[in-house]
């Protein structure tokens, strides 16, 4: 409500109380005269308009506010969903990033593991390969001891 209405409405406020406070001169002087009766009765009916008008400005006040209130409604609620928005597109963001990295580890993972299988294939080769060596030498230092053996034996013999 602008300061205007209200300062109308407190003009006819004071003016309807100064109104009924004036003695009643009608009482004292018999009836009243014609024109007192229109200029009262004319006097009644600008104070019922100028109080139909406060009550209308009040309703537009109200009204007014009320639309306001509604703008601001929706102003926050647009500012909520565009933060809503964003926070929702850098959590997809995000999102796509941690699947995106999830990925590069599998590959990762999945390249060590056949690094893995292939360094266990390739050392269970070698020490097959170990192991027959080994059994190879122990052939050899046998028949080597064996030749040992005889060349000693026919040394003997020869001495």
């Known amino acids: 409500m602008d300061i205007e209405d209200d300062t109308t409405v407190f003009a006819t406020l004071k003016s309807f109380k100064s109104f009924i406070s004036l003695p009643d001169t009608s009482r004292n002087q018999g009836e009243p005269s014609p ?5 009262l009765q004319k006097q009644y009916l ?4 100028l109080l139909e008008a406060a009550e209308k400005v009040q309703s537009k006040t109200q009204l007014i506010q009320m639309d306001q209130e509604k703008r601001q409604m ?13 926070n929702a597109t850098l959590s997809a963001r995000d999102f796509e990033r941690e699947v995106d990295r999830n990925q590069d580890l599998l590959g990762r993972i999945r390249r060590l ?29 046998r028949r080597v001891e064996e030749r040992d053996g005889w060349l000693n034996t026919s040394n ?3 001495l």
Do not use: G, Y
């Open 35 to 39: 024109v007192q009766s229109d200029v």
């Open 113 to 141: 593991e056949e690094r893995e299988a292939e360094s266990s294939q390739s050392l269970s080769e070698k020490a097959e390969a170990n192991r027959a060596l080994r059994r190879t030498l122990e052939s050899l230092n």
């Open 46 to 49: 600008q104070r019922l308009e």
């Open 74 to 86: 929706e102003i926050s609620h647009k500012r909520a969903r565009i933060e809503l928005e964003k």
């Open 156 to 158: 003997q013999v020869h």
